[in-house]
């Protein structure tokens, strides 16, 4: 069946650098994606989202990029911070009758270090 | 959080109790759902509701039964648990007419069956 999928399930950065989290998706009908970060103890927070008609949206130091060819997604982190440890999962959602239902990958962890 | 709460924070329970989970939105949302995540496995959808009523079930055992009083509330009862269940439980709402993807979750429950 339909999935989404992360290439990577951790990621240790150093305080400083830039982040880019990967997320591959299967579902050719997804118009919408977005980004969530969990942290210890709390449930998943809003952090940016795209719709397919976009390659790219930007918000305070994060951007995400959209690569509809190829079904992926990225979340670049700048100049990331202790702070910004935690999971990081995407979501698709494919619109019509699957209106409101998100699909959620697994999830990547992100250390940083400082 | 003050968006979305849930409480109890954290229950153990016995397979032959029953217990209520409780989720309110204080956003002015019309939508709301009930997800659970367990260690290692992406987050899963067990119900939506839109406008009260339930416009998702998604193949959930009978022994979660869901009830959505008013848009602003919803809870989640629970009987003859099994082991298997132990999870974090997530509320989440959002809004139609905005994104109804654009999901804001709770804190979430962390549930333990003995």
């Known amino acids: 069946g339909e999935s989404v999928g992360l290439h990577l399930p951790t990621l240790s950065v150093q305080e400083g650098d830039n982040s880019i989290i990967n997320c591959a998706y299967s579902n050719s009908a997804s118009d919408y994606f977005i980004w969530y970060k969990q942290e210890s103890g709390k449930g998943p927070q809003f952090i940016i989202d795209?719709?397919?008609?976009?390659d790219k949206r930007q918000g305070q130091r994060v951007t995400v990029l959209l690569n509809k060819t190829v079904k992926h997604l990225s979340l670049q982190i700048a100049a990331t911070q202790p702070g910004d440890s935690a999971v990081y999962f995407c979501?698709?959602?494919?619109?019509?009758?699957?209106?409101?239902?998100?699909?959620f990958g697994q999830g990547t962890i992100l250390t940083v270090h400082p | 959080e003050t968006g979305v709460t849930q409480t109890p924070r954290h229950l153990v329970m016995g397979m032959t109790n029953k217990k209520s989970l409780k989720c309110e939105q204080h956003l002015g949302h019309n939508a709301m759902y009930w997800y659970k995540q367990s260690a290692k496995k992406p987050l899963e959808l067990m119900f939506v509701?839109?406008?009260?009523?339930?416009?998702e079930n998604n193949s959930v055992p009978s022994r979660f039964s869901p009830e959505c009083p008013n848009s602003s509330h919803l809870f989640l009862h629970l009987h003859t648990l099994q082991p298997e269940d132990s999870a974090l439980y997530l509320c989440?709402?959002?809004?139609?007419?905005?994104?109804?993807?654009?999901?804001?979750f709770g804190p979430g429950t962390r549930l333990t069956v003995t």
């Open positions: 989440a709402s959002s809004q139609e007419g905005q994104s109804l993807s654009k999901q804001y």
């Open positions: 795209i719709r397919s008609n976009m």
């Open positions: 509701y839109n406008f009260k009523e339930q416009t």
């Open positions: 979501a698709e959602n494919a619109g019509g009758t699957s209106y409101g239902k998100l699909t």
